[in-house]
Nanobody, 116 residues
Framework: QVQLVESGGGLVQAGGSLRLSCAAS????????MGWYRQAPGKQRELVAV???????TYVDSVKGRFTISRDNAKNTVYLQMNSLKPEDTAAYYC??????????WGKGTLVTVSL
């Protein structure tokens, strides 16, 4: 059974930093692409960042230069380092896993709130 468990969310002031973690189990972590998505109240879920099994990364323009996605295959964990946070980064953040066979799995999310 695949499980993705996010952690690290919380309340932070604008300009601050948070590091999100997503621990995966039940899959061959080194073979999957991992992504972070976010969904703000009243808005659609949007892709924030992706890291492939080979370590290539992609970011949405709004977070480039501020967020960094990374992975530790030994710990089956993907991270999202978020710096220079802005109120518009407030959202529920979700990680997803995409297997080579085309299966998608989602975590339950962690809430990030950025105050002025």
């Amino acid at each position: 059974q695949v499980q993705l468990v996010e952690s690290g969310g919380g309340l932070v002031q604008a300009g601050g930093s948070l590091r999100l973690s997503c621990a995966a189990s039940g899959l061959i972590f080194s073979t999957v692409s991992m992504g972070w998505y976010r969904q703000a109240p009243g808005k659609q879920r949007e892709l924030v960042a992706v890291i492939t099994s080979g370590g290539s990364t992609t970011y949405v323009d709004s977070v480039k230069g501020r967020f960094t996605i990374s992975r530790d295959n030994a710990k089956n964990t993907v991270y999202l380092q978020m710096n220079s946070l802005k109120p518009e980064d407030t959202a529920a953040y979700y990680c997803d896993a995409r297997t080579p066979a085309g299966m998608y799995y989602w975590g339950k999310g962690t809430l990030v709130t950025v105050s002025l």
